[in-house]
């Protein structure tokens, strides 16, 4: 299967965005799917991740602000960004957890006034 990620782009702080996830096949096979993202000079790190199941994990710093969920009749998992800050911008990409599939090219949140 292969992931790409997309939706990004600038948004002024306290905006929000919503980021898609398009599977290249049913994802209803798929146990856990993750959004991960990778701030200039940090390492790529984990914000959400859904089960198969529905259930869902936050990143501390995300917590209350973003929602992670997936539509398996569309094969997508979507990451809707809320009171977005300026420490949110990354590039954001999805993947299985854990990642083991190619990370693809992202996609790049800016959060800037």
């Known amino acids: 299967v292969q992931l790409q990620a997309s939706g990004g782009g600038l948004v002024q702080p306290g905006g929000s965005l919503r980021l898609s996830c398009a599977a290249s096949?049913?994802?209803?096979?798929?146990?856990?799917t993750g959004w991960y993202r990778q701030a200039p000079g940090k390492l790529r790190d984990v914000v959400a991740y859904?089960?198969?199941?529905?259930?869902?994990h936050y990143a501390d710093s995300v917590k209350g602000r973003f929602t992670i969920s997936r539509d398996n009749a569309k094969n997508t998992v979507y990451l809707q960004m809320n009171s977005l800050k300026s420490e949110d911008t990354a590039v954001y990409y999805c993947?299985?957890?854990?990642?083991?599939?190619?990370w693809g090219q992202g996609t790049l949140v800016t959060v800037s006034s």
């Open positions: 993947n299985v957890r854990p990642p083991v599939l190619s």
């Open positions: 096949r049913s994802i209803s096979s798929i146990n856990v």
């Open positions: 859904i089960t198969s199941s529905g259930k869902t």
